[in-house]
């Protein structure tokens, strides 16, 4: 394994591997939450839901959203 295998949650800051790393969140809730609540979202847990997460920040992001 090396450092290009790698990739940084965006809300934890561990490192995993790509393959297990989820990229843009936003995209895998298609349409299920409102722009605005995404927006809000980022703003006040100040991350970009673009970027790239591991699996139990998905999950929670997710839940959260839907909520």
């Known amino acids: 394994m090396n450092d290009e295998d790698l990739r940084e949650c965006e809300q934890c800051n561990k490192k995993n591997q790509l393959d297990t790393m989820i990229f843009n969140i936003v995209e ?19 991350v970009d839901l673009f970027g ?13 959203l839907e909520q």
Request: glycine letters at 4%; hydrophobic letters at 25%; aromatic letters at 12%.
């Open 28 to 46: 895998i809730l298609d349409n299920e939450v409102t722009e605005k609540k995404i927006d809000n979202y980022e703003y006040k847990n100040n």
């Open 52 to 64: 790239w997460f591991c699996g139990d920040c998905t999950n929670t992001i997710i839940k959260t």
